[in-house]
């Protein structure tokens, strides 16, 4: 009986270990472990059990995706805080605490104009179009430093969020 590479653990006639997932190599003879025919398909990333990849690292994202994912709403900035992976990088949680910063001062600059508009009349209403411009490049810009995976800091924002780290 073959004995898996990785563990060590008996392999079986499968043609991945049945205990670690790792792809059993050919034997000896020129047989492969999963039988005597001579030939076995290639192992497709999905047939090792639990959709494990050889590829990816233990969450799956590496850290400027999910640095760049933390920005997209605020949902993925909470998860990527709370969920294991995750909460124990520096780069992800300094892009998470800076979304939920942004978002927070976002709305609150809305928010007030939208309030001040109400009272005055139509003075803030060629603001919005502008602010939301402005807010959407800012968010785009930092969207980008992310996943090129630099650890862009926004003025007041930036340094709020390097202290939660």
């Known amino acids: ?18 205990k670690c997932g790792a792809p059993m190599e ?36 590496s850290d400027n995706v999910a640095g760049a994912l933390a920005y997209v709403t605020f949902i993925p900035a909470i998860i990527f805080l709370v969920i294991d992976p995750f909460k124990n990088r520096r780069f ?29 009349g139509l003075f803030g209403f060629g603001l919005f179009p502008l602010l939301q411009l402005a807010f959407f490049v800012v968010w785009l810009l930092v969207v980008i430093k992310a996943y090129q995976g630099q650890e862009f800091r ?4 930036g340094d709020l969020a390097a202290k939660q780290v």
């Open 92 to 120: 992800v949680r300094f892009h998470s605490f800076q979304c939920l910063f942004f978002n927070a001062f976002a709305f609150v600059v809305m928010f007030a104009l939208g309030t001040l508009t109400s009272i005055i």
């Open 26 to 61: 050919a034997a000896p003879g020129g047989e492969s472990a999963a039988g005597a025919g001579g030939y076995s398909a290639p192992a497709s990333p999905g047939d090792a059990p639990g959709g494990s990849h050889a590829a990816q690292n233990d969450a799956g994202l």
């Open 154 to 157: 926004l003025p007041i924002i």
């Open 1 to 18: 009986m073959p004995f898996c590479s990785k563990c060590g653990s008996e392999a079986g006639a499968g043609r991945f270990c049945p």
